[in-house]
């Protein structure tokens, strides 16, 4: 009998996961049309693309997938007040409320569009927020080895496959936060991005973070899909700071309640 | 077995359930997102500015008192693909604002969910659940 039970429940675990490996990779994808079904072009990512997430809210990974923090990031955390997650409160200290650039990758996770453009040398990545961008280098070059820290740090890519762009990223400085929950980074920060054209309308990306300063283990996040949007043109998204000053009287602290100044 | 299978079903049905509720919006905690409201008022300003634009509008309470709201939306980018443009709204127009209003009682929402809408009097409808 207890094996009977072990083998019910193991395939129950068994259906369950392919129930979710299918939901997971088949309910994004667009079949429908005869331009999803026309094969993807191999080796190039150009077009407008937008992540099929919620809104904004996102961190790298979900709270519940988060490696320990070390002391290091344990003291950042603990002075960070987030929006969102399960520590938000109200009228937080987010950097992106005074417009402070939310950085890579916290910059994947929103649900604005942008645009990759290929060129033999270089992926430029062009977002509508921040109105930022990044240069992805194809050209064979190595990580530099003593990258000034920056926002959006610095990336090489490669090809594995005809299908999926597999990105490496170093040199970010150490003032973004890893999503709308809080979660800190180092300036070690090393990213790994596989962007997998998984058929012309979709990307399957997958995103690892490396940080032994601030984590005990690598953030795996969850696998999230992205959509070509053809027609589509990226406007501009920056966080303006008058304007962002005049919201922040008039609308963000009295929503938190503080007087209408 | 005939309970085995109804354990199995159930465990089955219980997981889809949690994790549709899982992709549902995860709020900020300014607003109460639970409770979304429809308010009707006089536009007096309409701010069309990054990153959020902004619909101010007087509405009229019980006994004829008057109450200005504040209104937080998305950005141009995001309206401008839903066919916003910035002439959209106007001062005078009299509009239903679908909102979820601030925890603080203040009279403020934000009207940028997928769900948020604006219904003119004469019917036409500005919607955001574009991205």
Known sequence: MPTRSASLIFGSAVVLASVFATSARSAPQDKNTKEAQAPAPKREITGVWLYQGSGGQESTAPEKDMPPM??????????????????????GNDPILQCDPGGFPRIMF??????FVQTPARIMQFFEREHAWRPIWIDGRALPKDPDPTWYGYAVGHWEGDYTLVVESIG??????????????????????RYQRVDRNTIAYNIRVDDPKAYAKPIIGPE????????????ELPCVWSEENSFTKRIREPAVGKPNR | MKS??????????????????????????????????????????????????????????EKGSVVSWSVESQSPGILRRNSWTRDSIKPGDHIAVTLV????????????????????????VLKMDLR
């Not at chain 2, 709020?27 to 990054?50: C, K, L, M, R």
């Not at chain 2, 603080?104 to 948020?116: D, N, Q, T, Y």
């Open chain 1, 110 to 115: 929103f649900p604005t569009p942008f645009e």
């Open chain 2, 4 to 61: 085995k299978l109804l354990l199995f079903c159930t465990l089955i049905v219980t997981v889809l359930v949690f994790c549709a509720s899982m992709q549902a919006h995860h709020g900020n905690a300014a607003y109460d997102e639970q409770h979304p409201i429809t308010i009707n008022g006089n536009v007096t300003e309409f701010v069309w500015s990054n990153p959020h634009c902004q619909i101010y509008l007087d509405v009229k309470g």
């Open chain 1, 172 to 193: 970010f400085n150490d003032k973004t936060w890893l999503g709308a929950s809080g979660y800190p980074h180092s300036e070690d920060m090393r990213v790994t991005e």
């Open chain 1, 70 to 91: 070390t002391p290091w990031a344990q003291a950042r955390f603990a002075a960070e007040k987030p929006g969102y997650g399960s520590r938000a409160v109200p009228d």
């Open chain 1, 224 to 235: 999230r899909f992205m959509k070509l949007r053809p027609g589509v043109e990226i406007g």
């Open chain 2, 101 to 124: 209003p601030a925890k603080s009682g203040a009279p403020v929402g934000f009207s940028g969910e997928k769900s948020g809408k604006i219904v003119f009097d004469d019917g036409h």
